[in-house]
């Protein structure tokens, strides 16, 4: 018989809590690839491919320096984009807190920016540019520009102004300022904005590829669309989201390095 402490659960040390952090890391993954599978014995190739296609092709892509290339022209295109648009939108949201009459002509200026849909972006980009990467750069800030402003809007107005006045009190410079009240304050907001606007950027410049561009993931998706090839069309797809995984492990690297300080419970 096992010889278990008094009041100690089984299976509570930390190679348990390991293991079941992975199992239920994977479940899902797991699930999804299983019933595509069940899907795959049943139906015809070209509905539902089998998964050893579809890595077989995700696997092409990644040593083909050909088809790569259009990997990295997406994720570059993606990220040109968001950094475009969080320096734009830094700098509004910083004037739009610092002055009133920009507020009053900003602020419903990007809300209703906001409302414009991604593809009418889309449409007149193409009208009114010729080139193709100016086009999806243009398009990328248009539609996450509203929401990095907003975030750093509500950051800075959600400082607390009693620590603010507590710093001033010291009179401190303005780089001293910065780094030890205004960047703690926005930094969160910043993160939950670079993440929440990935997934948004990941979306539109697939669009925007489809219909204006002659490379990148989303030209290669209308490829394996007009070929009828599904098995392709999952591994393009894949593609984007392995990117978008990646970058959000990165972000979460970052806010760890950067809220080293607070407690574990706070980071989540």
Do not use: C
Request: proline share 5%; no cysteine.
């Amino acid at each position: 018989m096992t010889d278990v402490t008094p009041g100690q659960h089984p299976y509570a040390g930390p190679a348990f809590g390991a293991a079941r952090r992975i199992f239920w890391i994977a479940a899902p993954f797991v699930l999804i690839a299983a019933a595509w599978q069940i899907a795959a014995a049943f139906f015809p190739p070209f509905l539902f491919p089998s998964l050893i296609d579809v890595f077989a092709r995700v696997w092409e892509i990644l040593t083909t320096w050909s088809q790569f290339s259009s990997v990295l022209a997406t994720a570059l295109r993606i990220l040109g984009g968001l950094a475009g648009a969080f320096v734009i939108g830094a700098i509004l949201g910083i004037t739009i807190t610092n002055f009133r009459i920009a507020d009053k002509l900003l602020t419903p200026t990007l809300t209703f920016f906001q409302g414009i849909p991604a593809l009418s972006w889309v449409v007149f980009a193409i009208i009114w540019f010729h080139g193709v990467e100016f086009r999806i750069i243009f398009i990328m800030i248009m539609t996450t520009l509203p929401a990095f402003t907003f975030q750093t809007v509500g950051a800075l107005r959600g400082m607390d102004k009693d620590l603010s006045e507590m710093v001033m009190s010291f009179r401190p410079g303005r780089v001293k300022y910065f780094t030890s009240m205004v960047l703690p304050a926005v930094l969160p907001e910043m993160l939950t904005a670079w993440k929440v606007n990935l997934g948004n950027a990941s979306r539109v410049v697939v669009v925007a590829e489809l219909v204006g561009s002659s490379g990148g993931v989303g030209y290669q998706l209308l490829q394996q669309q007009q070929l009828f090839d599904m098995a392709g069309a999952l591994a393009w797809t894949l593609q984007l989201v392995f990117f978008v995984l990646l970058f959000q492990w990165v972000l979460s690297l970052i806010e760890r390095a950067a809220f080293r300080y607070r407690a574990i419970s706070e980071r989540h």
